[in-house]
């Protein structure tokens, strides 16, 4: 497609419920990130792929969080047991190259996903 | 510690005003990478601008200027003649260069409303 889709656009879960969230990245995107973004705050890294291999996952939260792009295009974002303080939008992000080799540098973002734990 | 500070939260002016945003960032780095993002209400952030640290030339893009100057470890960003269009939360971002992927750290943003 042309831009970084992401499903849900919105998700309330019960805290306690797994849930996942899809990023569809650029067709032929090396790069994917994901971030969360709190309310009223910056994103914040969660984790880097390039192509399948996950090269830096140090912002995952906590043992709940998992991320997975097992074929090196569609990523998925699992969260289990949700609980209140995951409340966030989450961010995936696409990258033809490494920031280092792009000749602009910028990263294409989805619109996210609005996770709400009630 | 790497780290990106945008003081102002909200800015308000009235359309066609000018008006600048600011960024200060911290980081032990020799070379790094800075960013401005757009995120409208739609949600995604939409690229602005990239400089390497080791280039300190101003750049003007249309009315968008930036003024990057490593002694005072800012990364200011300037709108000329403002639109409502350019109502949005506006971010600065700060990227190590040594290869962690290039991960970006965000400052908190600064919302600006621009009035007709």
């Known amino acids: 497609g042309a831009g970084v889709s992401q499903s849900p656009r919105y998700k309330v879960a019960k805290r306690g419920q797994d849930v996942a969230l899809r990023c569809d990245p650029i067709?032929?995107?090396?790069?994917l990130f994901w971030y969360q973004q709190a309310l009223g705050q910056g994103p914040e890294f969660l984790t880097y792929?390039?192509?399948?291999?996950?090269?830096?996952k140090s912002g995952l939260p906590s043992d709940r969080f998992f991320a997975e792009r097992p074929e090196g295009s569609v990523s998925t974002l699992k969260i289990q047991r949700t609980q209140q303080e995951d409340s966030a939008v989450y961010l995936c992000?696409?990258?033809?190259?490494?920031?280092?080799?792009?000749?602009?540098?910028?990263?294409?973002f989805g619109s996210g996903t609005r996770l709400t734990v009630v | 510690a790497q780290k990106v500070t945008q003081a102002q939260t909200e800015i308000s002016v009235v359309e066609k005003e000018d008006v600048t945003l600011d960024c200060v960032y911290e980081?032990?780095?020799?070379?790094?990478?800075l960013f401005w993002y757009k995120q409208p209400p739609s949600g995604e952030l939409v690229f602005l601008i990239r400089r390497n640290s080791f280039d300190e030339q101003n750049e003007i893009s249309g009315r968008y200027s930036w003024n990057f100057q490593k002694s005072t470890s800012s990364f200011n960003f300037t709108i000329t003649a403002s639109q409502v269009v350019d109502s949005a939360v506006y971010f600065c971002a700060l990227s190590p260069a040594y290869n962690q992927g290039g991960k970006l750290i965000f400052g908190q943003g600064t919302e600006l409303s621009v009035k007709p």
């Open positions: 067709s032929g995107h090396v790069s």
């Open positions: 792929f390039q192509n399948e291999a996950q090269l830096d």
């Open positions: 980081t032990r780095d020799t070379t790094y990478y």
């Open positions: 992000a696409s990258s033809l190259r490494l920031v280092e080799q792009a000749p602009s540098g910028g990263y294409t």
